[in-house]
Structure formats: structure tokens, C-alpha cells
């Protein structure tokens, strides 16, 4: 892997780090969720003039993209009522990397290098450490979990796929923002009427703005990457977002971190090296 492309993919990580600490220090996680949705196809909406449109080819993975990603949300909203979040993330991010990295070959036609499966498999290991910091959660929340991760595996199948057939990656992500928070307010406004919606939007609207920004930029350079570089090792590289989200927890949000914590932290960074030297 290049290492513009390796450092880009790392930026992103790490803004997507920062829109999820977002979410979590919401009040309301599933409209947290939604407006970070939202201020990406804001984002989104407002670059649109900048970028050629996608080829046309692209268009049905735009749209299939878009169902995926609600149902995402949907997952992780379920995952989370269920169990522990230092249960959940940790499996939805770490069996993710690992059901592309060993499908991908069957998907893509892309075979990775054994030294770059290694650092797949390392990065997804680091990940999957820290669900030992944290155990309580029913087997529903187990279930709902790596149902997600098959979610997130397949988006990024599609996604990847469409990027490289939109020509012009960015423009791709651009577009396919823009429908899953029509998706995701729909459905929120269906299931608890339009006035409490809008008095979360009207209140939030600077959060959702910051973390959509973060979120769309982040998810287009991984789209960017995923143009330049192995589908299977960008997605992995991906999950080092909870590397930064340690950090942040650590050196921000003062939270206390158990040694679970800093054993997952050293092996995601080793798989990055690994990867590097792929």
C-alpha cells in the first residue's frame, strides 16, 4: 500500500473516531445517529456543483448502498439496547475487516498477500480485544451484532465496487450521502411523529453539521483508497478508528482505560505496521 494512501486512510480513521465520540456524548443515540446522516448529505448537497456526476453504471450501487446503510443504523440502534457498547462495537468492527478480507477474493477477484492478510488479521484481533474489557450482553446482543457486521461487510462491497465504476470516487460518496438520512427521518418520524424529531434537529443541528462533515470525509478518502489499494486492507485500516477513539477517551473525554485497552491499542498498531510492509 502506498503510504499517502495509508496515511489518508489513518485521517480518516481518525474522523470517524471523532464523529462517533459525537454520538456518544448525545442524548438520544439513534437521532444523534440520524443528524450525523444528515449533516453528511448536507456536506454532501453543498460539494455536488464541484464533481462530475457518477457514470451511470454506478447508480444501482448508490441506491442499494443507501439500504444498507439504514439498515446499519437500524442494527447498531438494536445492538446497543441489548448489550454493552464495549461489547458490541468492538465484534461489529472486528468481524467486519475479517468476513471482507476472507470473501473478498470471491467477490472482488482481489487476493491479498499472505504478509497483508496477516495484518488484517492482526488489526481485526486488536479490535475484537477489546470486547474482553467488556463481557455483559445477552447472546441478542452477540446476534445483533455480527448481523452488522455482515452489514458493514457488504456495504463495503458495494460501495467499493460503485467508487470504482463512478469514475471520480468523491463524487460518488457525495451522492450516495444523500439518502440514507431521508431514509433514517423517515423512518424516526413514522415511529415517533414529526415534533420530536424536529425539536432534536432544531437543538443538535450544529452536532450533526461538525460530525456529518467528519463522517462523509472520512468514508471518501476509505472510498478514495479503496480505488488505489486492496478492498480487504482499507477496510481494516479502517477499524484503527478505535485506536484514535482510545486516545480520545484517554486524553479528552478522561475516561479510565482498562489494560485490555492498551493491549488491543499496541496490536492494531502493529497491524498497521504489518500492513505497511505488505
Known amino acids: 500500500m502506498p503510504l499517502d494512501v495509508l496515511f ?46 457518477p457514470h451511470p453504471a454506478a447508480w444501482p450501487f448508490i441506491l442499494i448502498s443507501a439500504v444498507l446503510q439504514f439498515a446499519y443504523f437500524q442494527l447498531v440502534a438494536a445492538a446497543y439496547r441489548a448489550g454493552d457498547i464495549g461489547l458490541v462495537y468492538p465484534l461489529m468492527r472486528g468481524a467486519a475487516p475479517l468476513l471482507v478480507a476472507t470473501t473478498s477474493g470471491l467477490v472482488l477477484g482481489e487476493h491479498l498477500t499472505p504478509t497483508a492478510m496477516a495484518g488484517v488479521l492482526v488489526i481485526s484481533a486488536g479490535v475484537l480485544t477489546l470486547a474482553f474489557e467488556s463481557r455483559h450482553g445477552s447472546r441478542r446482543a452477540i446476534v445483533f451484532a ?31 450521502s444523500l439518502l440514507p438520512p431521508v431514509l433514517l427521518f423517515g423512518w424516526a418520524i413514522s415511529q415517533r411523529g414529526a415534533a420530536p424529531v424536529w425539536t432534536h434537529v432544531r437543538r443538535n443541528w450544529a452536532r450533526g453539521l461538525l460530525g456529518g462533515g467528519g463522517s462523509i470525509a472520512s468514508y471518501g478518502l476509505a472510498l478514495w483508497a479503496m480505488t488505489k489499494a486492496p478492498v480487504a486492507t482499507v477496510a481494516a485500516l479502517r477499524e484503527t478508528a478505535i485506536l484514535f477513539a482510545l486516545l480520545i477517551s484517554v486524553f479528552i473525554l478522561k475516561e479510565k482505560a482498562s489494560i485490555w485497552r492498551y493491549i488491543a491499542g499496541a496490536v492494531i498498531a502493529g497491524g498497521v505496521l504489518v500492513l505497511k510492509l505488505a
Open 8 to 53: 489518508l486512510v489513518l485521517f480518516g480513521a481518525a474522523l470517524h473516531a471523532i464523529w462517533n465520540a459525537l454520538v456518544k456524548s448525545g442524548t438520544d443515540k439513534s437521532l444523534d445517529a440520524a443528524m450525523i446522516s444528515l449533516g453528511g448529505g448536507m456536506v454532501g448537497l453543498a460539494f455536488l456543483p464541484l464533481v462530475p456526476l
Open 146 to 176: 455480527l448481523a452488522n457486521a455482515v452489514v458493514i461487510a457488504s456495504y463495503t462491497f458495494v460501495d467499493a465496487a460503485g467508487a470504482r465504476v463512478s469514475g471520480n470516487a468523491i463524487s460518488y460518496t457525495l451522492w450516495m
